[in-house]
C-alpha cells in the first residue's frame, strides 16, 4: 500500500475508544494516557482535560466525544473518550464507527453496571476488537479479583486478560498502552483509491465557521483540494486539515487510509456539515458513500420557549449551531396561547433534555421555560383516522377515541440481590412487567422489564438511586408500543383551558395530577381583584377545584356606628362589582408561575431566584 511523502503508514497506526458505565474513570484513565505519551506536559495539565465544556467539569460527566491523536512507541494511537450516559448511547455509537478496538473499562470497586452492557453490546455489533480492563484498583473497596471473573465470564476470555490499572496513579497505563499496539488491528483501506472520509463529528466555532471531524477510510485528502459531501452534494475548498493532538495541529501532507483529524473549510452555514455523511474529492469522486450512521429517534419531548419573546430568532440560531455539535437534537416551531412562540424538542432522555436547556443559556445567553416533559402517542379515533401526539395541545377533544398507544422501552437494572423486593415494587408501582431475572454472581442480579417510556422521564431513576442506596443502575432502549387507557387532563383558569398545564396520563393517576397541579398554582398564582377558580377536568368532568380568594378592599372602613343597612348596601354593591369584573376579567399568569409549575428541578430554583 502506497502512501504520501510524510505521511502516516496505516500499519502504525491504532484507532480506539474507552467505553463504560458512567463515573467508572474514563476521562481519569485519558488523562493519564495524554500524560504518558508527552502530548500535555505536567504544567499544562488539569484534570477531565478533554471535557472542555464548564458544564462537563461542574458535573463530573463526559457529553461529547473528544478524539486525540497519541504518539506511542513508534505508533499512532487514535483514542476517541465517550459519554457514559444512556442519554448519549447516539454519541457512543458515532465514535464507534471511527475506531478499529474499544478498551471496555470497569471501576474495581462497582463491578458490571447496565451501561457496561450495553456499551459492550455497541461494540460487538460494531465489530470491534475488546480489551477489558478494571480501573480503580488502588481503590480500598477494590474486588479485582471478583469482577476480573465477571468481565471475562461476560466477554468470554480468561480472567488473566482482564488488565488491572489505575487511571489516578497511573499503575499499568503503560502495560494497556503496549497492549494497543500488540491486540487492536491496524485499519483496512485502500490509497490509491477515491477518497472517502466519515464525518464522526462537528462543532462550530465563531470566527472559522464549521470544524469537521472526519476519519479516513479511502484515499487521501489534502490542503486546497476541493472535497465533496456526499449527501448534500456541496463542493467545498479544504482552508485547513490536521490532528488533535490534543490541540489543534495542522498536517499539511494531509489525511491518509485510517488517520483521524479535522477539516476547516470557512463553512458559516451549519446544515452542509452533516454527520453520518461522507466527505469525497471533487476531482475524483468516490461512488458509493460509506455506512453512515442509523438516526436516533427521540424519545422525551418538551416545549422550550424564551422568557423574552424578541430572543426567539437567537432561539432559532442557538438551535441551528447547537444541532451540529450535538446530531441527536431534533426540533420544530410551535406556538403556545400561553407561553408564545417556541420550539418542540425532541430529546434522547432526561439528562440530555437539561444538559441542552443548559448549554442553551450558557452559551447563548437565553433565558427559557421548558415545558413538562412528554413522549409521542399515536391515537387511533372510531372513524379509522390516526394521530401523533407529541404534546397535549394535539390530543384530540372531539370525536370518540377508540384506541390510544404509548410507547414502551426494555429496561435492564443491575443491582445487588438483596435490593429486588424494593426494585419489583417500584416497576410494578409503574405498571411495568417482568421479563426475567439473572443472577451475574452470589450478590448481583440483572432484572429485566417493560417499562412505558412515560413512567420512566420523570422521576424513576431517582426512585430507583433512593430505594437502592444508589446501587442499582439502569439502561433502556425503545420496544416498540403498546395499548393503555390514557387521558388528558386539562387546567383550567375561571373555566378557561391553559394549554401549558395540560398533560396526558394514565387514567390511574390523572387525579393525583390534577389535585397536585391545582394545588402548586394557588399558592403561585397571585390573588386578583376577583375569584378565581381553579379546576382540574378531564373533558367536560371537572376532577379537582382549588380557589383563588379575591382582594377586597374594605368598603366598610369609613362607617362608624350607624344603620347596618348602610353596611349591607355597600358590601352588595361591593358584590356586583366584583360579579361583573369576574365577567369580563382575565386571570394575569406571571411568567414566574409558568416556570414553577412546569419546572423540572433547574426551573423551579431559577423561579425561586
Not at 87 to 99: H, I, N, P
Not at 323 to 348: C, H, I, K
Not at 436 to 465: A, C, H, N, W
Amino acid at each position: 500500500m502506497r502512501t504520501q511523502p510524510g505521511q502516516t503508514d496505516p500499519a502504525l497506526i491504532r484507532n480506539f475508544c474507552i467505553i463504560a458505565h458512567i463515573d467508572h474513570g474514563k476521562s481519569t484513565l485519558a488523562d493519564r494516557m495524554l500524560q504518558i505519551t508527552g502530548v500535555v506536559d505536567d504544567r499544562s495539565m488539569r484534570a477531565q482535560y478533554l471535557d472542555r465544556m464548564d458544564i462537563e467539569r461542574e458535573r463530573g460527566i463526559t457529553i461529547k466525544s473528544q478524539a486525540v491523536r497519541l504518539p506511542w512507541d513508534g505508533h499512532v494511537l487514535n483514542m476517541i473518550d465517550t459519554p457514559g450516559h444512556v442519554d448519549f448511547t447516539y454519541e457512543v455509537s458515532r465514535s464507534l464507527q471511527a475506531c478499529e478496538g474499544a478498551i471496555l473499562l470497569v471501576d474495581a470497586a462497582q463491578g458490571i453496571e447496565a451501561q457496561t452492557l450495553a456499551n459492550l453490546y455497541l461494540a460487538m455489533n460494531a465489530d470491534l476488537h475488546i480489551i477489558p480492563v478494571l480501573n480503580k484498583i488502588d481503590l480500598p473497596a477494590a474486588q479485582p479479583e471478583k469482577f476480573a471473573e465477571e468481565l471475562a465470564g461476560l466477554i468470554g476470555c480468561d480472567p488473566s486478560d482482564v488488565l488491572k490499572v489505575s487511571g489516578k496513579t497511573g499503575v499499568g497505563v503503560r502495560e494497556l498502552l503496549d497492549h494497543v499496539v500488540q491486540t487492536v488491528p491496524p485499519p483496512v483501506g485502500v490509497a490509491d483509491a477515491a477518497a472517502r472520509a466519515l464525518i464522526f463529528d462537528s462543532v462550530y466555532d465563531t470566527y472559522r465557521g464549521v470544524v469537521t471531524y472526519v476519519r479516513v477510510f479511502d484515499g487521501h485528502l489534502g490542503k486546497r483540494e476541493r472535497i465533496l459531501m456526499m449527501s448534500t452534494n456541496a463542493t467545498h475548498e479544504t482552508l485547513e486539515i490536521g490532528v488533535i493532538s490534543p490541540e489543534p495541529k495542522v498536517a499539511d501532507q494531509g489525511l491518509g487510509v485510517g488517520e483521524v483529524g479535522y477539516l476547516i473549510t470557512g463553512v458559516k452555514d451549519v446544515r452542509q456539515s452533516r454527520v453520518g455523511d461522507t466527505v469525497t474529492s471533487a476531482a475524483k469522486s468516490a461512488t458509493d458513500m460509506l455506512a453512515g450512521y442509523e438516526h436516533p429517534k427521540p424519545m422525551v419531548f418538551s416545549g422550550l420557549y424564551p422568557i423574552d419573546g424578541d430572543e426567539y430568532p437567537e432561539l432559532r440560531e442557538a438551535l441551528d449551531k447547537l444541532q451540529l455539535n450535538d446530531a441527536a437534537l431534533v426540533y420544530e416551531p410551535e406556538t403556545s396561547a400561553a407561553l408564545g412562540f417556541g420550539f418542540r424538542v425532541g430529546f434522547l432522555g432526561l439528562l440530555h433534555m437539561e444538559i441542552v436547556r443548559e448549554r442553551l443559556e450558557r452559551e447563548f445567553g437565553l433565558s427559557l421555560i421548558s415545558t413538562a416533559p412528554n413522549v409521542v402517542y399515536r391515537v387511533v379515533m372510531e372513524d379509522g383516522k390516526e394521530l401523533t401526539v407529541t404534546n397535549p395541545s394535539e390530543f384530540p377533544t372531539g370525536g370518540k377515541i377508540a384506541q390510544v398507544f404509548e410507547p414502551v422501552t426494555k429496561s435492564t437494572i443491575l443491582a445487588p440481590s438483596e435490593f429486588i423486593g424494593a426494585i419489583m415494587e417500584i416497576c410494578q408501582g409503574r405498571r411495568g412487567q417482568l421479563l426475567g431475572m439473572d443472577y451475574l454472581s452470589e450478590d448481583r442480579v440483572e432484572i429485566r422489564y417493560t417499562l412505558p417510556l412515560g413512567e420512566i422521564i420523570f422521576d424513576f431513576f431517582d426512585q430507583l438511586k433512593s430505594r437502592t442506596r444508589g446501587y442499582a443502575s439502569l439502561d433502556y432502549e425503545p420496544a416498540g408500543e403498546q395499548e393503555a387507557e390514557l387521558v388528558k387532563v386539562d387546567i383550567l383558569l375561571q373555566g378557561e383551558a391553559v394549554d401549558a398545564f395540560s398533560a396526558i396520563v394514565h387514567k390511574d393517576k390523572a387525579y393525583g395530577y390534577g389535585v397536585d397541579m391545582a394545588k402548586k398554582l394557588r399558592e403561585l398564582i397571585p390573588r386578583q381583584q376577583f375569584e378565581v377558580p381553579i379546576q382540574a377536568a378531564i373533558g367536560a368532568r371537572v376532577i379537582a377545584r382549588e380557589n383563588i380568594r379575591a382582594i377586597r378592599k374594605d368598603v366598610l372602613a369609613k362607617c362608624y356606628g350607624g344603620d347596618i343597612s348602610r353596611k349591607r348596601k355597600l358590601l352588595e354593591k361591593q358584590k356586583e362589582g366584583k360579579k361583573r369584573m369576574k365577567m369580563v376579567g382575565r386571570v394575569e399568569v406571571p411568567q414566574e408561575a409558568f416556570v414553577a409549575a412546569l419546572s423540572t428541578d433547574g426551573n423551579a430554583d431559577k423561579a425561586k431566584k
